[in-house]
């Protein structure tokens, strides 16, 4: 089998399949105690990610234990903040933790060039992770969205509202584009690298577009998407690799997604209409289960699984995931009976 053989990269190629490919965002996590039992040996969550054959054997525990199409890098969003010298930390129950934010203008205008081989032990865990996986299972590598690295860097931590953000980004407009600008090349360089150590497909994930309004949207997030994955398209490297667009709980339509040019959108859970005579050939399509579906029993299981199917399975190009991550609340069992009940299907 060779990795053009996969299923995945099938789907995101937009071709109709029998059984559509399946993978989890965060099928790597605490929920399973194959993972707790690596974490508990380290304090900080960030030192883990910098151990490239821990990052491997994390990588392929969902695949050994649930036979998925699609293997994802066991990193973090938060590496890129982290090699800009923002000092990111996550301790015990807190989330990540920034040691030196982004306060002022001049924290932005002073920032050091980012040097992308500063996170050579993310491409050595590509690397490592490609070897040890079966030729048909792809590889995806990751980014966040320069929105949400901007957000986390500028607030210092996670919050609900990232009300410190938005205030920054209102009274200091042009040094918040400039940040946006200086995350934009970052996230590409990184990419970069990635697929040059193995990664097959590409997500970007805007894990907090649910922050701003349509418009805002367009100038703090899609304007830099567009352009990170232009500079993707334009690379004789990255060309080739598809792209795939998360963006959580988005007050915009999917429509406005698909502008992005990425090749496929994923979908987060709340989404239950789609414009299908507008994004088939487009785009392929991710998603979407609600994960707080996977807390219930076996026949609600199935019947919003059944939901989820109707909506998308005839549709050109479809790839079953969840509409965010896994929690860590969840069963890995559930994991196991989903998986197997698609297929069953
Ligand atoms: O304590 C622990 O064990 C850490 C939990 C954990 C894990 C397993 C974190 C901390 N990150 C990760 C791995 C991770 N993060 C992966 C690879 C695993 C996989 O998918 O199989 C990926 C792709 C991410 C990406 C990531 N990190 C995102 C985007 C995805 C999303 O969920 O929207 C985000 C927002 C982060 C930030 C982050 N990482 C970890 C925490 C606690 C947070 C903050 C989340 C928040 O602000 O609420």
Redesign the pocket.
Same mark, same amino acid.
């Given at each position: 089998m060779k990795t053009s053989d996969s299923i995945f990269l099938r789907a995101l190629n937009k071709e109709s399949l029998e059984i559509p490919p399946i993978w989890?965002?965060? %099928?790597?996590?605490?929920y399973m105690p194959e +993972?707790?039992a690596v974490?508990k040996k380290f304090r900080n969550?960030l030192d883990?990610?910098k151990n490239p054959e821990v990052c491997c054997e &994390?990588?392929l525990q969902?695949i050994n234990a649930f036979n998925l199409d699609a293997s994802?890098?066991? =990193?973090?969003? &938060?590496t890129i903040p982290d090699a800009f010298g923002l000092g990111v930390e996550?301790l015990?129950g807190e989330?990540?933790v920034f040691k030196n934010p982004i306060k002022t203008p001049k924290d932005i205008s002073s920032l050091p060039e980012f040097n992308s081989d500063d996170l050579s032990y993310v491409y050595e865990a590509v690397s490592n992770i490609k070897r040890a996986l079966p030729k048909n299972i792809p590889l995806i590598g990751?980014c966040?969205s320069p929105w949400?690295l901007a957000a +986390?860097s500028i607030e210092g931590r =996670?919050?609900k509202d990232f009300n410190y953000t938005k205030d920054f980004i209102n009274q200091n407009n042009d040094s918040a584009h400039l940040f946006l600008e200086k995350l934009t090349n970052a996230c590409f360089l990184y990419l970069k690298q990635q697929v040059q150590a193995g990664a097959d497909v590409i %997500?970007i994930?805007d =894990?907090?577009a649910n922050l701003l309004n349509a418009d805002q949207y367009e100038a703090y997030s899609m304007g830099y998407v567009k352009k990170l994955i232009a500079l993707l398209k334009e690379d004789e490297q990255t060309s080739n690799a598809p792209i795939i667009l998360?963006a959580?709980d988005p007050s915009f339509n999917t429509n406005k997604m698909a502008e992005s040019n990425a090749d496929c959108l994923s979908l987060f859970w709340n989404i239950d209409k789609i414009d299908k005579s507008f994004l088939q050939g487009k785009v392929a399509l991710q998603g979407n289960l609600n994960p707080k579906v996977l807390l219930e029993d076996n026949d609600l299981i199935e019947a919003e699984l059944n939901k989820v199917l109707d909506m998308f399975s005839k549709y050109p190009g479809y790839i079953f995931n969840l509409g965010?991550?896994i929690t860590p609340d969840i069963n890995p069992d559930k994991i196991k009976f989903l998986t197997e009940l698609i297929r069953s299907k």
């Open positions: 989890y965002m965060r %099928q790597a996590g605490r +993972y707790r974490r969550f883990m990610c &994390l990588a969902p994802i890098l066991f =990193s973090d969003i &938060l996550f015990e989330g990540p990751f966040g949400t +986390y =996670s919050s %997500q994930f =894990s907090w998360f959580r965010h991550g």
